[in-house]
């Protein structure tokens, strides 16, 4: 009932006929990515994703990671499935080729990532974490550094962890406390305590290149006194041999809610001597560092909403389909499988529609992330930065927060079933939770949506989207039938919410902000839910071309335009009501004294 089957025939229409393949295969660096090229990609990680990573998902949640005295085993078989996943390449997949990466582009490595994702969250925490490690040696490393730690990390040989958190620094990393003093070689002494460390310690690999924010002795309080320090497990010799042991060490695990496989460290550095650390860039700008990371790292954890959605929703409809309960509303007779319950047909149209439109929102956001990287026009660059900046809060915190909504929605498409642990369905629940926790809560998430991304740019980026939003509404008008009017008339009163919900903020922002800050959250899931929507509408428009043109397929089509609809009607149709908490839902929140708690 656990496996996981690649949805490969959705993600090829989303990454073709939505987000642009062709278009990205013309930028600059991407010439040699074919549709064939991408179809032979997805197929094969398909199959190791399916065949390797996903039996593994279950009895590794029930093992969980050990620790014994400093060192980690990771469950059964993860050891191994790590070999397989670095020789096979797929390590190397996005990072750059001159060391030793394949620099795929982003729309193509992301339906590559969301099935490791699904298949095995856990494990595909620490590819994701050495990916940020890579990034933040080619973003700020010397040349040295580079060439000392890039290549085996590339390869895979060596993983890298990201140490932010501490007990007092969380969502605030202005209180960090870790020390760094500077040597007479350059070098520095890192003392102090990370808690929450991904993969900080674990027996896939010889070594561990540890990315740990730190304060020097004369660093400015708060934020801008903030660097970021290499610390690897072991030290590297100049020819790139391993050294002696750092004064590092993993002082237990955390036990979890879910995600038992992924060894979530406290990091001790510094007992003795202190550990040695690399200065990445320059002192006190570690954070601005983090800040610049922080797309790529954000746009990973939201694609892990859509992993997990998908996975639970596969499950759920197996489960549909077996479980023979009470009869037909209308057609009376025996007991039938319970797909044929109108309420289960919601569960699982509502889990199939979410999905479709987290993936679809997801990959266009790849595509403009290829284009803001690589497109040789300037202000195509400059176009697609600002739409990705203003997206990934959405693309975090919505895709996150509905994920862990769909995990949720399969239990009760299982029944009592779903409560027990042994039908698999609950770990989907237990796993997603963390997503809108780590790599910032859905709270900050949303600040930075309403703050940075709306307020302080008076709703320019966002006035662009609505614009192509309205253009895809005036197009849903020449559509034919029902379905399209339906779409067309929620998607309107969506795309009017979501401006006069920005509109608003702009306005408040300065004289209230307490009151923006208030709405923040349902502001950040009406975009989602709008956003969403507008893709799904496209999709279904893209869907009618191929219906009229007489396509083989016709089945995937249908089904395109019929579950758009279904968005429309029970998703979409939230976005008024969202609005209304956004303008005026904020009295309500700050209105009692803490004394009334
Ligand atoms: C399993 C797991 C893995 C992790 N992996 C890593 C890792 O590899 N590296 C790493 O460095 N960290 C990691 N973390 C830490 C994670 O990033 C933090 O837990 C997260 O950023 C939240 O910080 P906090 O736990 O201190 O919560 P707090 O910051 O204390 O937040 C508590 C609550 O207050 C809210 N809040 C705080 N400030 C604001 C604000 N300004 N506005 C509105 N609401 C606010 C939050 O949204 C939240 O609801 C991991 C955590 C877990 C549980």
């Not at 059964?76 to 620099?103: M, V």
């Not at 959605?309 to 209308?330: G, N, P, T, W």
């Not at 608003?504 to 208030?518: E, L, N, R």
Request: hydrophobic residues 45%; aromatic residues 8%.
């Amino acid at each position: 009932m656990s496996e996981y089957k690649a949805p490969i025939r959705d993600m090829q229409f989303v990454m073709k006929e939505l987000a642009g393949l062709a278009e990205v295969a013309k930028l600059p660096g991407c010439e040699e990515v074919s549709a064939d090229l991408v179809d032979q990609i997805l197929e094969e990680n398909a199959k190791f994703s399916g065949a390797v990573l996903a039996p593994l998902n279950k009895s590794a949640d029930e093992e969980g990671s050990t620790w014994n005295n400093g060192a980690v085993t990771t469950p059964k078989g993860f050891k191994e499935a790590y070999k397989q996943f670095t020789e096979g390449g797929w390590n190397a997949l996005q990072a750059p080729t001159e060391f030793g990466g394949q620099d795929l582009p982003k729309l193509v490595s992301t339906p590559v990532v969301e099935m490791w994702k699904s298949a095995n969250l856990s494990f595909s925490l620490c590819p994701m974490l050495t990916a940020g490690s890579i990034e933040a040696v080619l973003l700020r490393g010397s040349e040295e550094q580079k060439r000392l730690f890039l290549p085996k990390m590339v390869e895979g040989t060596w993983t890298g962890t990201m140490n932010l958190t501490e007990p007092q620094a969380g969502s605030d990393l202005a209180l960090i406390k870790t020390r760094a003093l500077r040597q007479s070689d350059g070098s520095y002494r890192i003392h102090g305590q990370k808690i929450f460390i991904t993969y900080g310690e674990h027996d896939f690999t010889e070594n561990i290149i540890h990315m740990v924010l730190a304060r020097t002795p004369e660093a400015p309080e708060g934020v801008k006194g903030i660097s970021l320090f290499i610390v690897p497990k072991f030290l590297v010799n100049q020819d790139g041999s391993l050294g002696a042991r750092n004064d590092v060490k993993c002082a237990s695990l955390e036990h979890k809610l879910g995600i038992h496989a992924s060894p979530t460290a406290v990091m001790i550095y510094g007992e003795k001597e202190g550990a040695v650390g690399y200065l990445v860039g320059e002192e006190n700008r570690g954070l601005e560092y983090m800040f610049i990371m922080m797309n790529a790292a954000r746009f990973a954890v939201g694609l892990e909403g859509v992993a997990i959605a998908e996975r639970a929703y596969q499950h759920a409809l197996a489960y549909a389909k077996e479980r023979v309960q009470s009869r037909d509303l209308a057609g009376g007779g025996k007991a039938v499988p319970i797909i044929r319950h109108p309420d289960v047909r919601r569960m699982l149209m509502s889990m199939k529609a979410q999905t479709e439109a987290m993936r679809a929102l997801i990959y266009v956001v790849a595509a403009a992330m290829d284009k803001a990287r690589r497109a040789p026009d300037k202000e195509e660059r400059m176009r697609n930065h600002a739409f990705v900046d203003l997206m990934i809060p959405v693309v975090k915190g919505w895709s996150t927060e509905t994920g862990i909504e769909i995990a949720s929605t399969g239990i009760q498409v299982h029944g009592g079933m779903g409560f027990i642990e042994e039908t698999g369905a609950a770990q989907y629940l237990r796993d997603a939770r963390i997503t809108t926790i780590y790599e910032g809560t859905t709270g900050i998430q949303s600040n930075d949506l309403v703050g940075r991304k709306i307020a302080r740019e008076g709703g320019a980026t966002l006035k662009v989207v609505l614009q192509i939003m309205k253009g895809v509404e005036t197009e849903l008008g020449r559509a034919p039938g029902d379905d399209f009017a339906a779409i067309r008339s929620r998607l309107a009163a969506g795309v009017k919410t979501l401006a006069d919900s920005a509109d608003w903020i702009v306005a408040t922002y300065a004289g209230d902000i307490k009151a923006v800050h208030a709405g923040a959250v349902p502001f950040l899931m009406l975009m989602g839910h709008v956003c969403g929507g507008w893709l799904m509408a496209r999709a279904a428009l893209i869907a009618q071309k191929q219906l009229d043109g007489g396509t083989q397929d016709k089945l995937f089509y249908e089904a395109k335009i019929k579950t758009a609809r279904f968005y429309a009607d029970h998703i979409l149709s939230k976005a008024p009501g969202l609005g209304e908490s956004v303008m005026r839902g904020a009295a309500g929140v700050m209105a009692l004294a803490e004394e009334q708690f």
